[in-house]
């Protein structure tokens, strides 16, 4: 086998032993994917998808299409009767593009938003599961 072959091997084992090592040493392998948030895209007159499950401490983030010509917010409409703060899961202002709203969800539970602007078009549901 020539020499570049065997450095190759011995840097892709040194590399897996140190991967090894870090898994066990504190947080899980899979805890950078699992911060990763579910995306839902803020068009003119619907959220895609409409509908998002996530486990508890997840997060959502809207992001507001380049494509929209009328401006569009994100408003909680109902949430768990447990959830404290209600305000803060609603977009402060509206956008056309160029916008992004992100969330965590700490409270198990279904959340109904709407966009005040389009109530009758515009619903999603986000449920948080334990």
């Not at 805890?31 to 803020?42: L, M, N, Q, S």
């Not at 709407?114 to 449920?127: A, S």
Request: charged content about 20%; overall charge positive; glycine content about 6%.
């Amino acid at each position: 086998m020539p020499v570049r072959g065997i450095r190759g091997w011995a840097v892709a084992g040194a590399a897996c032993l140190a991967l090894a090592g870090t898994v066990g040493a504190g947080a899980p392998a899979y805890a950078a994917t699992a911060a990763k948030p579910k995306v839902v895209e803020v068009a003119d007159f619907f959220f895609a998808p409409s509908a998002v499950t996530i486990r508890k401490e997840g997060k959502v983030k809207w992001v507001w299409a380049a494509t929209n010509v009328e401006s569009h917010d994100v408003h909680l409409k109902q949430g768990p009767k447990s959830l404290k703060k209600k305000a803060t899961y609603s977009t402060k202002t509206t956008a056309v593009t160029n916008a992004t709203f992100v969330k965590a969800f700490p409270t198990p539970g279904s959340y109904r938003f709407i966009c005040t602007i389009h109530p009758t078009k515009m619903k999603m549901t986000v449920t948080v599961k334990k």
